[in-house]
């Protein structure tokens, strides 16, 4: 890859010197051929840009977290206590404890 670069280079080179011997005036050189990884010339500017947007939004998300958690949250009203509702007939496997699905 370097080898056909330097090659093409030294062939536009040598067109260029061509050109000036028998026009005898100065030639004008193609531009430099940019890469897609030279073509980056605004980078500082984006990453400016996205850096502050980034900020921006860890600020907005914790501000609106603080926000949501200091209001608290809503509970429910407790249901009426049907007879019906959670009724054991069977003693566990582990033995009876002492009341524990009554107190809820």
């Known amino acids: ?9 030294l ?5 260029a010197l061509r050109a000036e011997a028998k026009s005898g005036a100065r030639p004008v ?7 897609s990884a030279s073509a980056h010339h605004d980078d500082a500017y984006e990453t400016a840009k996205w850096e502050k947007i980034t900020y921006a939004g860890i600020v907005t998300c914790t501000v609106l977290s603080i ?3 200091s209001k608290g949250h809503h509970h429910l009203p407790e ?3 049907y007879p019906y509702l959670r009724i054991r007939n069977k003693e ?10 009554t107190a809820c």
Do not use: D
Request: proline share 16%.
């Open 67 to 69: 926000y949501n958690l």
């Open 79 to 81: 249901p009426p206590p």
């Open 92 to 101: 566990f496997p582990w033995g009876m404890s002492p009341n524990i699905f």
């Open 11 to 15: 062939q536009v080179a040598a067109a």
């Open 29 to 35: 050189l193609p531009n430099k051929r940019n890469f």
């Open 1 to 9: 890859m370097a080898t056909s670069m330097a090659r093409s280079g």
